[in-house]
Each structure stands twice: as C-alpha cells, then as structure tokens.
C-alpha cells in the first residue's frame, strides 16, 4: 500500500483560479438565444401598410414575411398569429392618431374657437385618409375592420371600442365647450360627439372611394359651418 501513489485531482476551482480551466463546468458560458434581427416598429409599420392596402382577408402571412424579409416562425414568436398581428398594428395607428388629437383638440389663444378646433381635428384625419401618395387609403381600422368584424370576435371589440372610445373623447370635449359657453344649453354634447364620429367615418370611405383632400375639405367646411356658426 505504501507503493500506491495518491491520486491528485486536477484544481478546477471556478473563478478563473483553477489550473484546469477547461475541466470547471463553471467556466462554460451558457448559450443564448439567438438575438432578435429585426426592429418591430419597423416591421409593424410595413404590416400596417400592407392590410391598409389589401385588406386583412387578402394579406398572407407569406406576403408579410416576404415584405417584411422576417420569417413566419419569426412573426409568429414576435407578434402571435395573423389576427394578432392585424390588431397591433391597427392598434400602433390608433396610438398615433389619438397622439395628434390630443394637441389638436385644444384651444389655441383668445383667437381661437370652436370650429377652428374641430376643423383641426379632421384636417389630421383627412391626413391619414388621404396620405401622400395617389392610392386611396381611407381609415387604415375602420376600412379593413368593417368586413372582418362579424367573423372575428376580437376585430368586432377593438371596432367597438374603438368607436365608443372617440365618443368618448369629443362627448368630453363638447361637455367642456358647453360649460363655457361656447355651446348653448340646449344642444347634447353626446349626439354632437356622434355626429362628428359619425362625419368622420363618412370621411373615411369617401376617401377610400377616392374623394380628394379637397372634395373632403369642402365637406368638413360644410359641415362645421352650420354646426358652429
């Protein structure tokens, strides 16, 4: 027994002070998964052009990557299905239209009124309807969302809400115009924030069927004209 040598193990102590490296399990870095190659604002935004245009029932998932050059396993893990997809972008347009409301729906100085306000307010919508090429774009949601609603439960609540959302908004707008006088007490902020909502939804299929900014101008001026005389 005396003429056994005793067995020394190899020093593997971790921290980089071992002799043995490569023997400290420690040592070996633990893979990753393989970094995101793409930027999802990007890629939403040529989403949202895409269904604009085409429709939602008309857009593949196989147009999409091929527009987006992001692949479908890509777009699936990043964004969900098709539907969920359609709804992120459609919601990344609504945060920028309500974004621009926002400031617009205010008033200005002692110069400004009522009608100047809400010509405002569809001078940006009649912005996004009409864009900067020579397509006729219309609302990006309320022109794609109309046809798939009833066959998509999520596309029919985000379109309600949607619509109960700029109710909303302008029945606010017209309670705070009326207690300052620049409405009369016998008008009902709740049927004037329709039928602006109701205008403006006008708008956007005239608009879709190829009305000019111009032809649209015309009936805002119009319009506002004999609400806010």
């Excluded at 396993?73 to 997809?85: H, I, N, V």
Aim: contains cysteine; aromatic residues 8%; proline residues 4%.
């Amino acid at each position: 027994m005396d003429d056994l040598k005793t067995f020394e193990l190899p020093d593997v102590t971790c921290g980089g002070q071992g002799t043995d490296v490569e023997a400290c399990a420690c040592e070996t870095p633990r893979k990753r998964g393989r970094p995101r190659a793409f930027d999802p604002d990007v890629v939403l935004e040529t989403v949202l052009e895409l269904f604009w245009m085409r429709g939602f029932a008309n857009t593949s998932l196989d147009d999409i990557s091929a527009a987006t050059g992001v692949s479908r396993p890509s777009l699936a893990a990043t964004f969900g299905d098709k539907e969920a997809l359609y709804l992120k972008a459609m919601e990344r347009y609504r945060n920028g239209i309500s974004g621009q409301l926002d400031t617009v729906l205010q008033c200005n100085g002692p110069g400004d009124n009522l009608r100047g306000i809400v010509n405002r307010y569809f001078d940006v919508m009649i912005s996004s309807y009409t864009g900067e090429t020579e397509d006729c774009l219309g609302c990006a949601f309320m022109c794609t969302a109309l046809n798939e609603a009833p066959r998509h439960e999520s596309i029919m609540s985000v379109l309600q809400g949607t619509i109960e959302e700029f109710d909303a908004r302008f029945e606010h707008f017209f309670t705070k115009a009326q207690e300052m006088g620049h409405i009369g007490s016998n008008q009902d902020p709740k049927v004037m924030s329709q039928m602006i909502t109701s205008l403006t939804s006008s708008l956007a299929v005239r608009a879709r069927a190829g009305a000019s900014r111009e032809d649209l101008k015309a009936i805002v001026d119009a319009t506002t004209s004999f609400l806010f005389p």
